[in-house]
C-alpha cells in the first residue's frame, strides 16, 4: 500500500534544545503519514514523499520477492508512468500479533498550551484534532497495532477514564489477538504520615482497585502493567517505595514499572537499591540508560528489566520526539 505522507511546517523557533550549539530551522518537515490519501498536487520544485507499505502474509514462503512499484501523473506535458525496482526478503519466522517486546506508550490526543486563552480557542473549533478524533477511534486502534502499538496511557488514573477511552479498545485488540502491554494504573508517591498517606491509601487505593477489578471481569489483564512515579528524582525515593511496596501487595501478580528514581536501575549497591524488591521495569530516558551500560547488564543478569523511553528528551543524538530533529 502507498500513500502521502504529510508535511508540517516549523514556523516559530522552539525555545528547547534539539542538537547543542545548532537552532532547529524553520520550514517544513516530513511527519504525518496520510493513509486516507493515495495522490497529491505537486508543482513546481516541491517535493513529495510517500509511505509505502509492504505486509507478509502468514505462512508465506521464506524468500526474496521482487517487483515494481508504478508511479504515475498528469501533466501538462501529457500522462507520465515510472517504474521503480522492488524487492521484499520474507524471513523464515514469523512474528506474534503483538510486540515481542514490552512498549508502554500515551496515546491521549489533548491540546498541550501554556496559553491557557489559546487552549481554549483551539478546542472550541469544530475541527480540531481533539473534537475529531473520536469519530475515528477504531481506525485509530488499528493503525497503531498495524504498528505494534497498542492503545495505551501510563498516566491512568481513574476508572471513568478506561471506562471512555480504553476498555472498548482493549475489547478490540483483544478480540484480534493483538492487545499488547497496557496501563491500568497510574500511582503517586506517597506523603509521608498522617492525613496525607491516610488519603493516598483511600483514594489510589480505591482507583486502582477499581480499574482492577473491572479488567479482571472482562478478561482484560494479560499484559496489564502499573506505572508509578514519572521522573521522579532520587531524593524521594522513599515516598515512592512505600507506595510501590504497597501497590505490589495489592496486586502481586501485575508489573510495575517506574521511570523515576531510576539510577542504577535496582541494582545491589546503586541509589535505586531500595525499589529492587517492588518495582519490575525501571525505564530511564535514553542518554542516562546509554550511560550506564554496565550497569544495564548487571541490571539483567539480577533478573531485572531495564528499558529506556523518548520523550521531548533527551538531546541529539539520541532518540526524542522533536519534528525538527533528524529521525535517523
Known sequence: RACVLGYGEVTERPTYRIHPGHAPQLGW???????????????????????????CPEGQEAGTYEGRLLISSTSVAGPLRYEVPLAVRVNDFS??????????TVFSPQVSLNDKDWKTRVQAKADSPIRVWSKHYDEWVDFLADRYITMDNIYIRSPKAVEARYLPAWRRLKAQGRLGWHCIGYFDPMPSGGEGEAQWRQKTGANLHAIHDRLAAEGLLEGAYFLGADELPLGRIEDFRRAAALVKEWFPDIPLATTGCSRGCGTKGSPSERLGAVVDMFIPTTESWMGQLDCVAKARAEG???????????DYPYAQMFTESEPI
Not at 34 to 45: P, R
Request: hydrophobic share 40%.
Open 304 to 314: 531485572r528489566n531495564p528499558g529506556w523511553y523518548i520523550c521531548n528528551n533527551p
Open 29 to 55: 518537515y516530513p511527519d504525518p503519514i496520510l493513509d486516507f490519501l493515495k495522490s497529491a498536487d505537486v508543482k513546481g520544485d516541491d517535493v513529495q514523499s510517500f509511505w509505502v507499505r509492504v505486509t
Open 95 to 104: 512474528l506474534p500479533g503483538v510486540s515481542p517486546l514490552p512498549l508502554l
